[in-house]
């Protein structure tokens, strides 16, 4: 089992940044995959943005690309999510995952075995 703890959430104003960090603890050395999502209210969970653990290899929603930066620290087993130049429609809840499986669809939900319980952020105009 692998359990995900984010923190690094708030409110900031548009334009500001945040960064979110996700602790991995138990048996990590099962993932492969890490991904942050986000869930705005009313809205379903929409991906945005996986690291291939072994590679460093990082992809990107549209909506984010060139914004946000996803990193790793394998020594701290901490996964992050730099945010630059927030906007409101970043206003969400964002959820951590992880997947142990090596081959994968890296945008859908299925595709991940472990989920943090998110962490608010809140972007004001």
């Known amino acids: 089992q692998v359990q995900l703890v984010e923190s690094g959430g708030g409110s900031v104003q548009a334009e500001g940044s945040l960064r979110l960090s996700c602790a991995a603890s138990g048996s990590t050395s099962l993932i492969v995959y890490m991904a942050w999502f986000q869930q705005a209210p009313g809205k379903e969970r929409e991906w945005v943005a996986t690291?291939?653990?072994?590679?460093?290899?990082?992809y990107y929603a549209g909506s984010v690309k060139g914004r946000f930066t996803i990193s790793q620290d394998n020594a701290k087993n901490t996964l992050y999510l730099q945010m630059n130049s927030l906007k409101p429609e970043d206003t969400a809840m964002y959820y951590c995952?992880?997947?142990?499986?090596?081959?994968?669809?890296?945008?859908?939900?299925?595709?991940?075995?472990?989920w943090g319980q998110g962490t608010q952020v809140t972007v004001s105009s």
């Open positions: 995952a992880a997947s142990a499986q090596r081959v994968i669809r890296i945008s859908s939900l299925n595709s991940y075995n472990y």
């Open positions: 690291i291939h653990t072994a590679s460093s290899i990082t």
